[in-house]
């Protein structure tokens, strides 16, 4: 409890706000569940995001978010997406693979204040019958720079390996002068991690996206200290180690040691420290499919690993999970 | 239990996001009140910061650094895009449908308290000395003398909309002023 009466009123109103399935709700993904993951990573808030009709950089435009609504207006729920390297309709109907969607079901239209939404086409005839305005030109535009941008930034981290962030951005900003972007230039922009990084790791395979990193205002390139490329994908990117820990843990029941154990072993080619921390889920720490199973039997699981930097040292913390362990 | 934890746990209960709040929001409110010297800004941009907060909890990665930092950093996007459009951004809260509470005089009382503006003041007024005399004067009737807009516009002879924008400009200046001032 706060002692300003208006911060309880608020986080009341936040509460209720959010207790709201309407607006809370996302649309239903019933993949596996890292590229339930996977696609989680992409969302974005609008508030905070580029909104496409609002913003006067071609590439903040390209990299603006996409509202895609399971209904022919805009209303109702909503899954917030940006990728540039697809286009509004396309990025929408792979968000929902499983719902029997297809490009064809949907119209993308500008939604003024909004940005960019996409809705199903059903009887309703085009944007502007619904309220709506077409897409921009400009948007199309923007798109192209943004992946332009985009590829020149991640093909670079891909190759830079692990540099320190001031070197990382100095290195980059003379690859964008060279490849013609003249007046964009990269940041170091704090991290704890040793390598510069731009991109987040985000979409089912795992592309780098840069989205997050661009201020188009600016026309900067944000370059974070984060974990080397390599380690993140080792364990995120589906098929890698970490995801396939993360199933194989309800396969069989482990003990902690034996858990800790086979988790060493999938992780040594990495040649990076562990540290594990063994703790019970807490009470709204939901747990499902056999994973769910072996916890309640008392087995311990697999919860997830990242990369830390504890006096600069990169280390890997994998996080166990066990009914019987203190809670975390 | 971890910020991160609790950001983490958020994707599937919103009692965990409930804690986060109660732990960060007077902290994040004081942070954005002495920036802003404007209570109902400051609230506006606390209730945008969290909506976009909870939208984005699924971006959330756990690299090791506290979850506060996190919700500082969105804070600060929302007061950037504040300092340079002078309206808060409000999208996040209307997406959600949060009902912002009306601000009362008590907690903005307690606002300034926690903010320690007397403190802050003095700084201000070192900083003050650096900037047009124009903005200058729409900052200190706002700041220093705490008068409302519609005044500011009637002593300095020109809309409120014009007051509110030279009150904004200079204090984006003065913030960045004493930004460096605090780095130096």
């Not at chain 1, 720079?145 to 190759?159: I, K, M, N, S």
Request: proline content about 5%; aromatic content about 6%; overall charge positive.
């Amino acid at each position: 409890m706060s002692e300003i009466p208006f911060v309880n009123q608020l986080g009341d109103a936040l509460d209720a706000a959010i207790a709201q399935p309407r607006r809370a709700a996302r649309l239903r993904f019933s993949r596996r569940r890292y590229l339930t993951v996977a696609l989680a990573a992409l969302a974005v808030a609008g508030g905070g995001a580029a909104i496409a009709g609002m913003l006067d950089d071609p590439v903040e435009i390209g990299f603006g978010a996409v509202g895609c609504f399971d209904s022919t207006e805009p209303d109702g729920n909503v899954a917030v997406i940006s990728d540039p390297t697809k286009s509004p309709v396309e990025l929408c109907a792979a968000a929902v693979p499983n719902a029997g969607v297809e490009a064809g079901d949907l119209i993308a239209c500008s939604w003024q204040g909004h940005g960019i939404v996409v809705v199903l086409r059903g009887h309703r005839g085009g944007c502007t019958a619904r309220g709506l305005t077409p897409v921009p030109a400009s948007y199309a535009l923007g798109r192209r720079r943004a992946v332009a941008l985009q590829a020149v930034a991640v093909a670079f981290e891909r190759d830079a390996g692990c540099l320190a962030p001031h070197e990382f951005a100095r290195r980059l900003s003379a690859r964008l002068r060279r490849g013609g972007w003249k007046r964009w230039r990269a940041v170091a922009a704090g991290g704890d991690g040793p390598c510069g990084r731009v991109s987040v790791l985000s979409g089912s395979s795992m592309v780098g996206s840069i989205g997050p990193a661009v201020d188009g205002g600016n026309r900067t390139i944000e370059v974070k200290g984060r974990a080397p490329l390599r380690l993140e994908l080792a364990l995120s990117q589906p098929g890698s180690p970490g995801v396939r820990l993360f199933d194989a843990s309800g396969a069989g029941c482990f003990t902690v040691p034996g858990l800790e154990r086979h988790v060493r072993a999938a992780l040594a080619p990495l040649k990076m420290p562990i540290r594990f921390r063994v703790t019970s889920l807490q009470s709204f720490v939901g747990v499902t499919g056999s994973r769910g199973d072996r916890y309640a039997e008392g087995c311990a699981i697999f919860e997830g690993a990242a990369a830390v930097f504890p006096g600069g040292r990169t280390q890997i913390v994998v996080d166990l999970g066990q009914r019987d362990a203190p809670e975390r | 239990v971890t910020d991160a934890e609790l950001i983490v746990a958020s994707r599937r209960d919103p009692r965990a996001f409930r804690e986060l709040y109660d732990r960060w929001a007077d902290r994040l409110l004081a942070y954005l009140y002495r920036r802003v010297f404007d209570a109902e800004v400051a609230a506006d941009l606390l209730a945008e910061t969290f909506a976009v907060a909870y939208e984005r909890r699924a971006r959330f990665r756990d690299v090791g650094k506290p979850g506060g930092a996190w919700l500082y950093g969105i804070a600060a996007k929302e007061l950037s895009h504040w300092f340079r459009s002078q309206e808060v951004e409000r999208r996040a809260v209307h997406r959600l449908g949060i009902q912002v509470p009306e601000l009362d005089e008590e907690s903005i009382a307690r606002i300034e308290a926690l903010a320690d503006v007397a403190a802050h003041r003095d700084a201000l007024a070192d900083a003050l000395g650096q900037i047009s005399g124009g903005e200058r004067e729409a900052v200190e009737l706002r700041v220093v003398a705490e008068l409302p807009y519609a005044e500011i516009a009637v002593r300095l002879e020109c809309s409120e909309n014009t007051a509110r924008q030279r009150v904004h400009r200079g204090l984006a200046r003065l913030n960045n002023l004493m930004q460096l001032e605090a780095t130096s």
